[in-house]
Structure formats: C-alpha cells, structure tokens
C-alpha cells in the first residue's frame, strides 16, 4: 500500500471515527458505563416519586431512644429526551425523608416542584441554566428561582421544611408528604428572589444565620428558630469569589474568599465564568454579627474547596475552623460534569485542613492526610470550642476507582485521633448528620445517621453509628425498596 493510500485510509478511519462519535448522546454514553461499572447508580435518573416505604431492617437494632426524620436533598432527574442537564449540580431537587421509630424505618421520596421542573416537564426537555449547565434556546428566565432546582439541602426547623439551593429562594415542602406547600419563600418583599444559601448555620439555641452570594455583594440572613425573619442585611465583599459555604464563631460570620472568582467576562453557566487564580491565595473576612460593618482580613495560600466546619474562639482570641480543602476546583468544574456521562476523573479527594486565625492578623492553613468532605459537628457546640469534626472518610488508594466517598470518620482535632468506618468500594457514602443523644450533654454523645447506595444491593441503606464508636460499624441498617440518587445535603429534625 502507498503511503498516500495509507494516509488516505487512515483519513476515512478518523472521519468514520469522528461521525460515530458524534451520534453518541451523552445518554448512550452514560448507559455504555453503566454496563461497565455500577457506580452511575447514584447519578442516574429516578423518574417518580417514591410514596412511604417501609426499609428492611438488614442488619443491628436501632437505640430505642432513636426518634425523628432525618430529611435528605439532592438532584434526582438529570436527562430528558430533549435534552439532559451537563453537571450532578443541576438535576431537579428530590427531598428523601427517612423517618426512625421505635427500631423502624420508612422512606420517602419526592420531587420539588419548581418552575423549572414544570417548564421542563412541558418542553420535554432541560432547558434551564445551572451550575454547570448552559440555557437552551427558549429558556424563560426572569428572575432566580425560575431556575431553581431547589436541589441542595434542607432546613428542617420550626415545623417547617424548606428545600434549598444557592442561587435563590428556599422552597416550603409538606414535612410529611413532602408536597410542595407554601412555594418560593419570600422573606421581605424588597428582597425577594435573593439568594438564600444551601449553607445555613444554626447557634446552639437555634437562631439561624445564612448568606446569598450575588457577585461581589452578599445579603446576610437572622433567622429566628422558628425560621422568621429578623434581620437583613447586604454587604460587599473585597472579592466576587465563588462561594457555597461559610461559619461561624458565637460572635462572629467567617466567609473565605478562595481565589476561584468571577471574570471578566459574564459567562454562562456559572462554573464556566469562574476563574482559578491560586497567585492572589484566599483571603478570610471575619465580620461582628452584632455589627456586619465592622470585620478584619486574614490572607492564607490558595485552596479550593465547598464545605467548611464549625468555627470557634480559643481563650487568646485564635479564630479556628476546619475545611475540606482540594488543591484547586477542577472537581466542581470537570469532575462533577463527567459524572453525568459514567466518566470518572481522577481530580484529588478533598482532604480535611485546619485554619487558625490568629490576633496578630497571621492565618495559617494546615492540610492533614485525612480524605474528607462534609464536615459536620455536634449542634450543641456549634460556634464554641470543640474537639470533634463528623465527615465522610475516603481511602486515598481508591483515588480514581469510585466517584464518592467510602465511609464516616470523626476527626479529633485535639487528640489527632481519626475513628473510622470503612463501606468499602461497594458503597457510595453520603454526608453523616450528627444527632444528639436525648438527656445526654457530652460533645459526641449520640449517633451518627448516614445513607449509602449499596452497589451490591442496588438499594440505599440508612445507617446509624454510635458517634464515639464509629469505627465498630453500624448499630443498625435499613435498606429501601429502591436505589435513590445521590445526595448532596441533610437535616435531622428529632420528634
Ligand atoms: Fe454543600
């Protein structure tokens, strides 16, 4: 064969290559890898809601005194014939509640519906903007919540159950049906539509405070316990940097300011107009609740991250708090997309880091080994000194090998101690929610409550743990009917 023949050839290779590649929907793609690895379980699409099932009791018994709901969100349709949605961030909200009772479980299952999932549902199609996904053609967009997918978290609190997403309202569930009640929450008339975080943070008595990101500006939201209004107020950063999280110490709101920041350029969607700039490193705005004006700056080196721990102050005025900090974004930019087409990347797992905020106006960031994300710690303590930091716990060998995390860890910040349980590859495990034991007072005395999608089962389990024996395994498993997406956030509300 002449070499111009085999050139040729291998021309017409490439261009049969290049026309089949193109016909391959992100859909086929997804069910090529699902055939190839399970783990798309938790990313595929659930098409109805699950009305009150009763869980199969697999495994332990649950402590009789173990009484209450623990609601759980996350996105839980992705794909639709028209079109599908390109990140995990942007699938239409759906609300579990795993109900515990007398060493019973039940669970429910229910799609928010927003605006968006009713435009959605008409057009047969995702054509709504997002996190990472671009607006179709025809997109009817006039203010935040037509394209909330109220999809991220959930404030169960006073009775109420708000669904809530980060670019705008909150949205006022049933707490028992999990019917959409009340619609879009508007807190005051002026402010209405504003974000109001996925991130809220709860004083010991229950007061609630909460940010909403706009650019460079954030409205700051008091919250009584009960979830009415008592202040807001807006203020402007010294940075428009991307931000899902922040804390808080009893006197203070603590927002981190990672360089991953807005451009130039408004670009659409949001993960696609940010901008990594590790050169400018992270900057830290300690802010006075009683006064949102008054506020000091500490510079730290750059990291990226989504989730931040309980802050507090020590008797010298050191501010600390704990992170799960990734060396850059690239998994809430590329990793978090792929999931959506069965692609694994291989972007380093979180790892949990410590800050300290000193009064000398020095910050320092110490990373530690340890494989975490959602760090979560007992409510009684929030914003007061602690030792104990709930989160998920990942093998770092396994770095590549499975999306999610592998187990439930509490890190001990004063003893180094890390007591964890480990799922193993069969599981995809999702944030654990510390709840108190009834009567108890000691930081850590209660139980860990955490879900998993049992890959093996092809079911999501509920588990609960014995906060300060975790790495003993669970006390008690429940398995659903069915395999429910995976979650990003929850709230246990005891009855
Ligand atoms: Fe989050």
């Not at 039940?106 to 709504?128: P, S, Y």
């Not at 809530?164 to 929450?185: K, M, Q």
């Not at 694994?344 to 410590?354: F, Q």
Request: charged share 25%; hydrophobic share 40%.
């Amino acid at each position: 064969m002449s070499a111009a023949a085999m050139s040729r050839r291998a021309l017409l290779g490439a261009g049969a290559a290049l026309a089949a590649a193109t016909v391959v929907t992100p859909e086929q793609a997804f069910a090529r890898a699902a055939n190839a690895g399970d783990w798309t379980l938790g990313f595929a699409d659930l098409e109805a809601d699950l009305p009150a099932s009763a869980m199969t009791r697999v495994s332990g018994r649950a402590p009789a005194d173990l009484k209450g709901v623990l609601y759980r969100n996350g996105p839980g349709k992705f794909r639709r014939p028209g079109g599908s949605v390109t990140h995990w961030f942007d699938g239409d909200g759906l609300m579990r509640r795993f109900a515990v009772e007398d060493g019973r479980a039940t669970v429910t299952a229910r799609f928010a519906d927003t605006n968006k999932r009713r435009v959605e549902t008409a057009a047969n199609a995702m054509i709504m903007p997002g996190f990472g996904t671009p607006a179709r053609a025809g997109a009817p967009i006039g203010s935040n919540d037509d394209v909330n997918a109220a999809n991220t978290s959930v404030m169960a609190r006073g009775g109420k159950v708000w669904a809530l997403w980060e670019g705008g309202s909150a949205l006022d569930l049933d707490p028992v049906t999990l019917e959409t009640r009340g619609g879009f929450v508007t807190l005051r008339p002026d402010l209405k539509a504003m974000p109001f975080s996925a991130h809220p943070r709860y004083e010991p008595d229950g007061r609630i405070w909460n940010f909403g990101l706009q650019g460079s500006r954030a409205v700051i939201w008091r919250l009584s316990a009960t979830g009415a209004l008592e202040a807001a107020q807006i203020i402007e950063l010294p940075r428009s940097s991307y931000f899902h999280d922040f804390t808080a110490t009893e006197r203070h709101l603590i927002v981190v300011l990672q360089p991953w920041m807005r451009g130039e350029r408004r670009v659409l969607p949001i993960s696609r107009g940010l901008e990594w700039k590790p050169e400018e490193g992270t900057r830290v705005l300690v802010i006075e609740k009683d006064d949102l004006t008054k506020r000091r700056e500490f510079d730290l080196p750059a990291f990226s991250f989504f989730h931040l721990g309980d802050a507090w102050t020590e008797a010298d005025g050191t501010i600390r708090f704990d992170v799960c900090a990734t060396e850059d974004p690239s998994f809430g930019v590329d990793s978090a997309a792929d999931l959506l087409v069965g692609k694994l990347d291989r972007s380093p797992p979180a790892r949990l880091a410590r800050i300290a905020l000193h009064p000398d106006g020095r910050g320092v960031f110490e990373r530690s080994d340890t494989v975490a994300e959602f760090p979560k710690s007992d409510p009684r303590f929030a914003g007061k000194a602690r030792n104990l930091t709930f989160h998920t716990w990942g093998d770092p060998s396994r770095s590549g090998k499975t999306p999610l995390s592998q187990g439930v860890a509490s890190s001990n910040h004063r003893t180094g101690q890390v007591d964890h349980y480990d799922f193993g590859l069969r599981h995809l495990v999702e944030e654990p929610i510390f709840t108190p034991r009834p009567g108890s007072s000691a930081e850590g005395d209660g139980w860990l409550l955490a879900t998993s999608i049992n890959l093996d089962a092809r079911a999501t389990e509920l588990h609960v743990f014995d906060a300060r024996r975790i790495s003993r395994g669970p006390l008690a498993t429940w398995r659903a009917p069915v395999v429910l997406p995976a979650t990003f956030h929850g709230d246990f509300a005891a009855v």
